[in-house]
């Protein structure tokens, strides 16, 4: 559907057809095509009513400028959308060796990401889908040892 119609006269054939094509999609598009919202300048999208009686209005008293920014920002959206090819990565975080480490692991694999530079390649690096060695005892013993001092400066510190 053109949108030249929206500023052309209302008495021209282009203002015609555009209102045509609006109302079918409006009725497609309704729960219920008896109640339709009318965009008319006088019923402002206030009062609902069958298809035919809104195109009465359109033509006597015009669309609201509501109804033309509505419609402004569909055809700018239609025209911009593209079909994109979508491609996924699968990435996967050492796998943990039991279930009893499972809070060190999520705060390790936190950690990598707040101590990298780019972590876009560190996901690259080292946790594409295929790798899935688990962590050093050093590594975890690392996190074990940085959550204790935190919590002793918390029981220092009253909190």
């Known amino acids: 559907m053109d949108r030249d119609w929206m500023s052309a006269d209302k008495l021209s054939m282009k203002y015609r057809e555009g209102v045509d094509l609006f109302l079918e999609f409006a009725e497609k598009k309704a729960s219920n095509p008896n109640?339709?919202?009318?965009?008319?300048?006088?019923?402002?999208?206030?009062e609902r009513?069958?298809?035919?009686?809104?195109?009465?209005?359109?033509f006597r008293n015009g669309k609201t400028k509501a109804m033309s920014n509505a419609l402004e920002r569909y055809y700018l959206e239609k025209r911009n959308r593209r079909s994109v090819a979508i491609s996924f990565t699968e990435y996967r975080c050492p796998e943990q060796p039991d279930d009893n480490q499972c809070g060190y692991y999520s705060m390790r694999f936190i950690?990598?990401?707040?101590t990298e530079n780019n972590p876009t390649r560190k996901l690259e690096t080292e946790f594409k889908r295929n790798i899935s060695s688990s962590y050093t005892n050093k590594e975890i013993?690392?996190?074990?040892?940085?959550w204790a001092k935190y919590v002793m400066q918390m029981i220092a510190a009253g909190k």
């Open 35 to 46: 109640f339709v919202h009318c965009p008319c300048m006088k019923c402002g999208n206030m």
């Open 49 to 58: 009513m069958k298809i035919f009686k809104i195109k009465e209005h359109l």
């Open 111 to 114: 950690k990598s990401f707040m």
């Open 141 to 146: 013993n690392e996190i074990r040892d940085e």
